[in-house]
T-cell receptor
Framework: DSGVTQTPKHLITATGQRVTLRCSPR?????VYWYQQSLDQGLQFLIQ???????AKGNILERFSAQQFPDLHSELNLSSLELGDSALYFC?????????????FGEGSRLTVL | QKEVEQDPGPLSVPEGAIVSLNCTYS??????FMWYRQYSRKGPELLMY????GNKEDGRFTAQVDKSSKYISLFIRDSQPSDSATYLC?????????????FGKGTLLTVNP
């Protein structure tokens, strides 16, 4: 158990809809990262937050947004969903915000868009 | 050319075999090299972390980095069915105070009893 909690584990929705994925980092970790994993693209970095502030941005679509709250949990919002958004979404956390250390991953949220 | 290339496999070996997993990269700025292991329906977990050329050993696992050839490897000795997982290489480049982590696509390994 990595200590990172993600909910929901599975989500099935329709195209055009909006969903919110939630992540609670390990106790003491200030940084949260969101990744998308698909068979053809592998693990793709979306966005990083450190202590409530956006620290780095990756290949995140404009239809996606995220935030980190004062209690350090984070939410990833996916809107106007398309079939191609079906993937595993992972949250990871780390102690610092540099990105040079070990990342601790949650078990992921599997999103299926029909 | 992708920054990190990793053969997706799948790779199937008998129990007890020596397994070699490899990644190549094109970005000379990569300074830190890692291997993550991902079991089915789980998140990746860090297996090995190294930052210099040469070998690093941890039990049955050896990570090898050759910066001159831009090539990293993970060797698993006496492989066990419990080693069946997807192995992802990962590399970090630095840019000022922040670091960028890039993952390979992963190699699916099955160790047959």
């Amino acid at each position: 158990d990595s200590g990172v909690t993600q909910t929901p584990k599975h989500l099935i929705t329709a195209t055009g809809q909006r969903v919110t994925l939630r992540c609670s980092p390990r106790s003491g970790d200030l940084s949260v990262y969101w990744y998308q994993q698909s068979l053809d693209q592998g693990l793709q970095f979306l966005i990083q937050y450190y202590n409530g502030e956006e620290r780095a941005k990756g290949n995140i679509l404009e239809r996606f947004s995220a935030q980190q709250f004062p209690d350090l949990h984070s939410e990833l919002n996916l809107s106007s969903l398309e079939l191609g958004d079906s993937a595993l979404y992972f949250c990871a956390s780390s102690v610092d915000g540099t990105g040079s250390g070990e990342l601790f991953f949650g078990e992921g949220s599997r999103l299926t868009v029909l | 050319q992708k920054e990190v290339e990793q053969d997706p496999g799948p790779l199937s070996v008998p129990e007890g075999a020596i397994v070699s997993l490899n990644c190549t990269y094109s970005n000379s700025a990569f300074q830190y090299f890692m291997w993550y292991r991902q079991y089915s329906r789980k998140g990746p977990e860090l297996l090995m972390y190294t930052y210099s050329s040469g070998n690093k050993e941890d039990g049955r696992f050896t990570a090898q980095v050759d910066k001159s050839s831009k090539y990293i490897s993970l060797f698993i000795r006496d492989s066990q069915p419990s080693d069946s997982a997807t192995y992802l290489c990962a590399m970090i480049s630095s840019g000022g105070s922040n670091y960028k982590l890039t993952f390979g696509k992963g190699t699916l390994l099955t160790v047959n009893p």
